[in-house]
């Protein structure tokens, strides 16, 4: 990819833990093949500051009119109530904006609920919370609903709200942060708690 900066979508009451592994992956030195490639910009509807479900206060670096397909790499849209209220709908529009000219947009949880109603989610294999979840959107794409934590197709990442880090992984690989043995080697660390795959090149552990 030619550019380099990742734009995460915030907003009052975001369920800020959905995209914490994913961002954690975008910054971290270990597995990466090309450390400081990406860049993560925060976008909000407005400049003023807005405060996570888990009460952190987020100062955006933009606002979400201002994020252009062609200036990013993705558009993380993470989880939150405001979805399940029809809320958010610049974003969504700026998502619709993104998979038109081919460029990729991950989303959690509550934000899968939103792309369901618009339609991104009608012809694309995808996943969410639970089926009974989207099908109440009255979307038409429930025979490309799969029981998986994450999936990836065409251009458009989703996820489980209780799959933060499967999230991560689908977003590392779009990106393509690392090989897809350091990739699943990152993902075990996280998911299994032990530092044994990780640590079997000396070098890496000193």
């Known amino acids: 990819m030619e550019n380099c900066t990742v734009h995460l979508f915030v907003f009052d009451g975001m369920a800020d833990w959905e995209a914490a592994f994913a961002l954690a992956s975008i910054q971290d030195s270990q597995p990466q093949m090309n450390l400081g490639q990406f860049s993560i910009t925060t976008a909000a509807r407005y400049h003023t500051p807005i405060t996570t479900l888990g009460g952190m206060r987020i100062l955006p670096h933009m ?25 958010n709908f610049e974003a969504l529009e700026r998502a619709h904006a993104f998979v ?28 969410s919370n639970d089926s009974t979840y989207l099908a109440n959107s009255g979307y038409r794409g429930a025979r490309h609903y799969r029981d ?9 990442i989703t996820a489980s709200g209780n ?9 590392s690989r779009q990106l393509r942060l690392a090989s897809s043995s350091a990739l699943a080697t990152w ?5 299994q708690g032990s530092p044994s795959r990780f640590c079997a090149a000396p070098a890496r552990c000193a």
């Open 63 to 87: 606002t979400i009119d201002e994020v252009f397909p062609a200036e990013s790499s993705l558009l993380i849209l993470p989880g939150g109530p405001a979805w399940e209220m029809c809320g």
């Open 187 to 191: 993902a075990a660390l996280r998911k």
């Open 148 to 156: 998986v934590p994450a999936i990836s197709d065409r251009k458009v």
């Open 100 to 127: 038109e000219e081919g460029v990729p947009v991950a989303a959690i949880g509550a934000a899968t609920l939103a792309l369901a109603r618009t339609g991104l989610l009608d012809t694309r294999l995808h996943t």
């Open 163 to 171: 799959a933060p880090l499967e999230f991560a992984h689908e977003i």
